[in-house]
């Protein structure tokens, strides 16, 4: 496991909130100075750059929200966990929360959707446009992503998720009902020409219209330009020109005035699903993508137009489940992201206390686990009293079998798993990334040996 300690979290925190590490000192506990050491540190074991600094402050790369993310999230379970414990919570009474970004035309009336399909689950749904969805997905911040993917604007790249293809829509203009253009089954992009447009700027569907308007040779005339879909089809219902729409923009009703007609040259927009599969389990992930599709169909067909919903993903190239029961295997317990807060009684429990407990659980022996994790069995015992004294929790067992693991420890290790896997798998992929540009060198990094021999001075 990655060691990965509160202190490197606060220190991640000051810089996005503040963007200085000025906020670390000004706290008291930590000097600026040893607060930049220990984030060239940090990025070092990383082999990339957390930060940028620049001479107007210091601000957090990609790889550096990504760390936050999920160094958060690792704390904010653990804590959960030994809280909880405190309290007395049994199993039942914990729900998994999983933070779902999903794009603002169809975050309205989403959450009581997936409540009533998926009672065993909360879905934190968090409404925001397709692209900072994608780049939220990327840096950890969100279990699940639902948005557009356009040609000129892909989704996530991360590799090791699981994505489904909703539907594939293909945009289409959307022209007056007494518009002579309007008695025509197929229209053609080149016949438009002479046509004022009503234009579409921001998000994914400004996108395929831009890219179309661009095709154009005069440019036509724009008469009106807005953000939404919406606007543009009352616009085109009141005869101020013909706009690129998407059938799903008509909200599941007809729209009076209005006449779709496809385009001969194709502008294709896929409603994507992207799953992080340690967070939720494929069954669930096949479930909330049938459900996903079938909210699709019913928002669409309403006025007529036939979405081309995916029956058969070609990403699996299996048939979609088509069943409306809730998730068969529940989801592992991981909290939604939590703003890290100060330490209290679990304060003194480090993410690298985790791997302490796996061993004693697997090896069964302080002894062996003394060995394995290379300090003395004295050592290891006296660790773990202050770790209990901490916590106010016991932690392990001792008897004359062995040393096993208590229910407390046995709980805590559950419902940090998945966050540990995530703090891993996001190690290794900075790491295979390769040395970013403006990484300090790493410490024994080969380089250029500066000359004992001290030159000569010409003489004057």
Same mark, same amino acid.
């Given at each position: 496991m990655f060691d990965l300690r509160r202190s490197d979290v606060v220190l991640l925190q000051a810089v996005v909130d503040h963007g200085s590490l000025h906020a670390v000192e000004r706290d008291g506990w930590m000097t600026q100075s040893s607060a930049s050491r220990r984030l060239v540190k940090l990025e070092r074991r990383l082999r990339t750059a957390l930060v940028s600094r620049g001479a107007t402050g210091t601000e957090p790369t990609e790889a550096g929200h990504a760390?936050?993310?999920?160094?958060?999230?690792?704390?904010?379970?653990?804590?959960?966990?030994?809280?909880?414990?405190?309290?007395?919570?049994?199993?039942?009474?914990?729900?998994?929360?999983?933070? %779902?970004?999903?794009?603002?035309e169809w975050a309205y009336g989403l959450d009581g959707h997936l409540a009533g399909? %998926?009672?065993?689950?909360? %879905?934190?749904?968090?409404?925001?446009?397709?692209?900072?969805?994608?780049?939220?997905?990327?840096?950890?911040?969100?279990?699940?992503?639902?948005?557009?993917?356009?040609?000129?604007?892909?989704?996530?790249?991360?590799?090791?998720?699981?994505?489904r293809t909703i539907a594939e829509e293909p945009q289409q203009i959307a022209l007056p009902s007494g518009h002579p253009l309007a008695e025509q089954g197929i229209l053609d992009l080149r016949g438009l020409t002479g046509?004022?447009?009503?234009?579409?700027?921001?998000?994914?569907?400004?996108?395929?219209?831009?890219?179309?308007?661009?095709?154009?040779?005069?440019?036509?005339?724009?008469?009106?330009?807005?953000?939404?879909?919406g606007a543009a089809l009352d616009l085109v219902r009141r005869g101020y020109g013909i706009a690129?729409?998407?059938?799903?923009?008509?909200?599941?009703?007809?729209?009076?005035?209005?006449?779709?007609?496809?385009?001969?040259?194709? %502008?294709?927009r896929r409603l994507r699903l992207a799953v992080d599969p340690l967070a939720i389990p494929e069954p669930l992930a096949e479930d909330l993508c049938a459900s996903l599709r079938r909210r699709y169909v019913l928002r669409t067909t309403a006025h007529g137009s036939v979405p081309a919903v995916?029956?058969?993903?070609?990403?699996?190239?299996t048939p979609a489940d088509p069943a409306d029961a809730g998730c068969a295997v529940p989801p592992p317990?991981?909290?939604?992201?939590?703003?890290?807060?100060?330490?209290?009684?679990?304060?003194?429990?480090?993410?690298?206390?985790?791997?302490?407990?796996?061993?004693?659980?697997?090896?069964?022996?302080?002894?062996?686990?003394?060995?394995?994790?290379?300090?003395?069995?004295?050592?290891?015992?006296?660790?773990?009293?202050?770790?209990?004294?901490?916590?106010?929790?016991?932690?392990?067992?001792?008897?004359?079998?062995?040393?096993?693991l208590s229910a407390t420890a046995r709980r805590l290790l559950?419902?940090?798993?998945?966050?540990?896997?995530?703090?891993?798998?996001?190690?290794?992929?900075?790491?295979?990334?390769?040395?970013?540009?403006g990484m300090p060198p790493a410490e024994g990094a080969a380089g250029p040996v500066p000359s004992p021999v001290r030159p000569r001075k010409a003489p004057r």
């Open positions: 760390l936050l993310h999920v160094g958060r999230r690792l704390l904010a379970s653990i804590d959960f966990a030994i809280a909880t414990t405190h309290h007395g919570a049994g199993a039942a009474s914990r729900l998994p929360v999983v933070e %779902f970004a999903v794009g603002s399909r %998926f009672p065993d689950v909360v %879905f934190d749904i968090v409404p925001d446009d397709s692209h900072r969805i994608w780049q939220r997905f990327e840096r950890y911040a969100a279990d699940a992503a639902l948005g557009w993917e356009t040609a000129r604007r892909p989704m996530a790249r991360r590799g090791d998720v699981l994505i046509a004022d447009w009503v234009a579409v700027v921001g998000g994914d569907s400004g996108d395929d219209q831009g890219w179309a308007l661009s095709r154009l040779t005069p440019v036509p005339s724009v008469s009106f330009t807005v953000r939404s879909q690129l729409v998407s059938p799903s923009s008509l909200g599941g009703s007809p729209a009076r005035g209005v006449v779709l007609r496809p385009l001969r040259q194709k %502008f294709v995916t029956q058969q993903d070609p990403d699996r190239g317990v991981l909290l939604s992201e939590l703003h890290w807060s100060s330490p209290g009684r679990c304060g003194g429990f480090e993410p690298e206390h985790l791997h302490l407990l796996r061993v004693i659980g697997r090896t069964g022996s302080l002894n062996q686990a003394a060995s394995a994790l290379l300090v003395t069995q004295p050592a290891l015992t006296r660790r773990i009293r202050r770790l209990e004294a901490s916590c106010g929790l016991p932690l392990v067992h001792s008897t004359a079998r062995g040393t096993s559950a419902c940090t798993g998945p966050a540990e896997h995530r703090l891993d798998a996001l190690a290794n992929h900075l790491r295979q990334s390769g040395p970013a540009a």
